[in-house]
T-cell receptor
Framework: GNSVTQMEGPVTLSEEAFLTINCTYT??????LFWYVQYPGEGLQLLLKATKADDKGSNKGFEATYRKETTSFHLEKGSVQVSDSAVYFC????????????FGSGTRLLVRP | EPEVTQTPSHQVTQMGQEVILRCVPI?????FYWYRQILGQKVEFLVS????????KSEIFDDQFSVERPDGSNFTLKIRSTKLEDSAMYFCASSSERASNEQFFGPGTRLTVL
């Protein structure tokens, strides 16, 4: 079945450091891929998405490229801020008649001043 | 900006009791979802709901669970006889159309079963 694997956290970085959070997936067909972010005490918010191979999703300085050849959708940001501290979830939607999201386990990011 | 709301934010109940978790989806949305996250584990899909019926459900969503849209604004998840293992954060989500792929999530209800 479809699944998502994320790197385990927590990831601790200094402000302005480069961020990579790895995400790989297993899916049949052509899934859509997502990154959600959860700030403390809040719900999941869509950060970015990509719906087909080689698409790049971007938002708020974050980017992720849908790589079908490596089944990956790694999240990157060139310079993190303290306000980026949150839990990041990679997810896929398998397509076809199913619209459920399948999530990775989440990666907690802590950015220190 | 429209948002999904959930009440209560935290529910504590005794094992075997019934609980109802409430959600108010975004007003023009048509598709509704429940997910849950047991502490330290992945966010898991429970059920999707459209046009007053369940469109998809997971293996977790057994006979103890039910969903309902009792009026034009609320979407509820009922657990008939709670178990210790039902303790989790429950998230409601809604989307305007399937093709958009974007689901908007509420802040969650933390359910604690004692």
């Amino acid at each position: 079945g479809n699944s998502v694997t994320q790197m385990e956290g927590p990831v601790t970085l200094s402000e302005e450091a480069f961020l990579t959070i790895n995400c790989t997936y297993t899916a049949t067909g052509y899934p859509s891929l997502f990154w959600y972010v959860q700030y403390p005490g809040e719900g999941l918010q869509l950060l970015l998405k990509a719906t087909k191979a080689d698409d790049k999703g971007s938002n708020k300085g974050f980017e992720a490229t849908y790589r079908k050849e490596t089944t990956s959708f790694h999240l990157e940001k060139g310079s993190v801020q303290v306000s980026d501290s949150a839990v990041y979830f990679c997810a896929l939607r398998g397509g076809g008649s199913s619209y459920k999201l399948i999530f990775g386990s989440g990666t907690r990011l802590l950015v220190r001043p | 900006e429209p948002e999904v709301t959930q009440t209560p934010s935290h529910q504590v109940t005794q094992m075997g009791q019934e609980v109802i978790l409430r959600c108010v989806p975004i007003s023009n949305h048509l598709y509704f979802y429940w997910y849950r996250q047991i502490l330290g584990q992945k966010v898991e899909f429970l059920v999707s709901f459209y046009n007053n019926e369940i469109s998809e459900k997971s293996e977790i969503f057994d006979d103890q669970f039910s969903v309902e849209r009792p009026d034009g604004s609320n979407f509820t998840l009922k657990i008939r006889s709670t178990k210790l293992e039902d303790s989790a954060m429950y998230f409601c989500a809604s989307s305007s159309e399937r093709a958009s792929n974007e689901q908007f999530f509420g802040p969650g209800t933390r359910l604690t079963v004692l």
